[in-house]
């Protein structure tokens, strides 16, 4: 069994350092603000104006007009402060932000990454990400290693349109944590209960498996 949507985001959580200026994209990538760790000062970004963002809301501390780029609504951390969007953007493109964390349809060993459109369906738009991708010192992703078909989402080509190339360095599926490098995947940890044969399996880029590698702890 691989990792849950809370659990994905509790071993990003773990990237973290002191510090850090993180964007965080929309779905599993915002679940890591509830996990921060708690010796860990960091500001988390969001790129509609707001730098600082706490946990999600508890029921009494709902405000209906503080939310993210997800149009979730958020908290905020004490020190946060909001701006235009043209300002948070400014923030991202002049290289401002340490580690951006987004989901993807598809990754390769390349470091190319897929994640705004799947041709001949609906698109809603970008958001941020290709300026993400661009100016982030450090990119993470998040994302089931294979869709719906079992089909491997980690290749050693991506097959949609990208958005952004050659800029991932790490890759958190379900499965296990990957490094990019090198022109293939490194496997650094594995989740718990999964087998590395069933992540050599479940992966079509080139895969490096290097000595015993350790499940992962929370």
């Given amino acids: ?3 849950t949507r809370e659990q994905m985001a509790m071993r990003v959580a773990k990237e973290l350092q002191d510090g850090y200026y993180v964007n965080l994209g929309i779905g599993i990538p915002t679940l890591v603000a509830n996990y921060v760790p708690p010796d860990t000062a960091v500001m988390l970004q969001s790129e509609n104006g707001l730098l600082g963002m706490g946990p999600y809301p508890l029921d009494e501390e709902l405000d209906a007009d503080l939310i993210n780029a997800g149009k979730e609504t958020v908290t905020t951390v ?3 402060a ?28 390349h470091g190319n990454i897929a994640s705004w459109m799947i041709p001949n369906t609906l698109v809603k738009g970008m958001g941020g990400a290709m300026d993400l991708v ?3 010192k450090n990119i993470i992703c998040t994302m089931t290693h294979a869709n ?5 989402k980690v290749l050693e080509r991506c097959s949609l349109p990208l958005t952004g190339a050659g800029c991932i360095n790490k890759v ?4 296990a944590l990957l490094e990019i490098k090198n022109g293939a ?3 650094l940890e ?5 087998s590395v044969e069933e992540i050599v399996r479940k992966t079509a880029g080139a895969l490096v498996v290097d000595g015993d590698i350790p499940e992962m702890t929370f």
């Fill in 82 to 109: 909001i701006f235009s969007s043209a300002e948070s953007f400014a923030m991202i493109r002049g290289g401002h932000v340490d580690l951006t964390v987004l989901g993807a349809f598809e990754v390769d060993q």
């Fill in 190 to 194: 594995r989740a718990p209960g999964v």
């Fill in 134 to 136: 661009a100016g982030a």
């Fill in 78 to 80: 004490p020190g946060a």
């Fill in 148 to 152: 719906k078909a079992g089909e491997s």
């Fill in 172 to 175: 958190l599926t379900d499965l």
């Fill in 185 to 187: 995947f490194h496997l």
């Fill in 1 to 3: 069994m691989g990792l």
